[in-house]
């Protein structure tokens, strides 16, 4: 009698952690139990990146020169089936799916009156490139590569300068790469003799494979909308908008505009669109229009590119999962109508101490102890929340 009880409490127990394991979904993918550390292969031109996404999935980057005027950026975004706890040793192995390619232009280009489109993806007359990739140089752990390099790291840095059109800019480009993050920093330096009106420049865009549905915190698309359904919204109306994310059938990816430099859309026109979505396959966050650059001006932009395989949490009323920004991590919390949902937070990281970077509609944030935070609101908004 007293075995079978025991038993019977034995079972009793192993149901309660297996149900625990399974409503705590957020601690996988905000990072409790995961390794931090990237595998990097660097590879003549070729950098090779892997991360943990969640327990079984890795992401998979792929810095090279690409696009038409072999410019150095992120080439490829991929996620790689892997259970392991670190994440996959040779990261230049083919993922399973591809999700983010640069097929066409990823940062830039511009159209200049005159000039036509130049930089990112753009060539001229006869395939003739209006950019070339000046220099490129990877730092990793504090380290700049010199050569050939597979090592397990915390930390990894790209900086790019190219030339766009010989007479015209200066483009400074760092990519701060994260676990399933690259966070983008840009700077132009212009050096053009005459007065130059930029028709149109896009900056931030981003090029998801097979997207079914966009969604537009902040935006027109406060509610996951239905690819063919989705186009675009003028400044005017959401003068604030800074935060699209898509998703498709294996993933998502968030592209986030910092409000600093170009974020705050004062290179825009009003009625000029924001934002461009299920275009060609690409979005856009647009950042210039209209604007005339004259010789000696500098413009600058940042954003975060985010993809993972699972959110912490996505149902009718609210959408949310952990990242990256300026290597602590973040909390993005969108809401399509009133809810409420408590984040188990990463390891390290502590309710009582946290900036909120934006916010939105009527969105609260409360502490449930030190590990917990709930985020709820009485309607449509969102937040993003960085812990120190």
């Not at 005159?114 to 490129?136: L, M, Q, V």
Request: one cysteine or more; hydrophobic letters at 35%.
């Amino acid at each position: 009698m007293k075995r079978g009880l025991l038993k019977y409490a034995v079972c009793i127990i192993l149901m309660m952690l297996s149900c625990k394991a399974a409503f705590s979904g957020c601690r996988d993918v905000s990072g409790k139990g995961l390794s931090r550390e990237m595998r990097v292969h660097v590879i003549g031109e070729n950098c090779f990146i892997s991360s943990k996404s969640d327990s079984g999935h890795d992401i998979i980057f792929h810095f090279r020169k690409c696009m038409a005027n072999n410019l150095y950026t992120f080439y490829r975004v991929g996620i790689l089936s892997d259970n392991g706890e670190l994440p996959v040793g040779d990261p230049e192995r083919t993922p399973d799916v591809i999700v983010n390619e640069a097929y066409s232009d990823n940062i830039g280009p511009f159209l200049v009156e005159g000039r036509g489109w130049c930089g990112g993806n753009h060539t001229g007359d006869g395939g003739k490139a209006t950019a070339y990739n000046k220099s490129y140089s990877i730092t990793i752990d504090g380290n700049m590569v010199a050569g050939d390099t597979l090592a397990y790291v915390k930390s990894l840095t790209i900086d790019v300068t190219n030339v766009i059109l010989d007479t015209f800019a200066i483009e400074k480009v760092r990519y701060d790469v994260y676990p399933g993050v690259i966070e983008v920093s840009v700077k132009h330096e212009f050096f053009n003799n005459e007065p130059l009106t930029v028709s149109r420049y896009y900056g931030m865009q981003s090029m998801f494979n097979g997207e079914t549905e966009t969604l537009t915190p902040g935006g027109l698309y406060s509610s996951w909308t239905p690819e063919n359904k989705v186009s675009s919204f003028p400044m005017r109306d959401f003068p604030d908008f800074r935060w699209f994310v898509e998703r498709n059938s294996k993933s998502f990816q968030s592209s986030y505009l910092f409000r600093c430099g170009m974020g705050d859309h004062s290179f825009e026109d009003p009625d000029e669109p924001v934002f461009i979505g299920n275009s060609n396959g690409k979005s856009y966050h647009r950042l210039m229009a209209g604007h005339v650059v004259k010789k000696g001006d500098e413009t600058f932009w940042k954003g975060v590119y985010t993809w993972q395989v699972s959110p912490c949490v996505d149902n009718d009323h609210v959408f949310g999962f952990f990242g990256t920004i300026d290597s602590k991590p973040a909390l993005y919390v969108a809401f399509m109508a009133g809810g409420s949902y408590s984040f188990d937070l990463p390891e390290g990281s502590d309710s009582r101490k946290y900036n909120v970077l934006d916010l939105q509609g009527p969105v609260k944030i409360s502490r449930k102890g030190r590990k917990k935070l709930t985020v709820s609101s009485s309607s449509k908004g969102y937040s993003v929340i960085i812990f120190d």
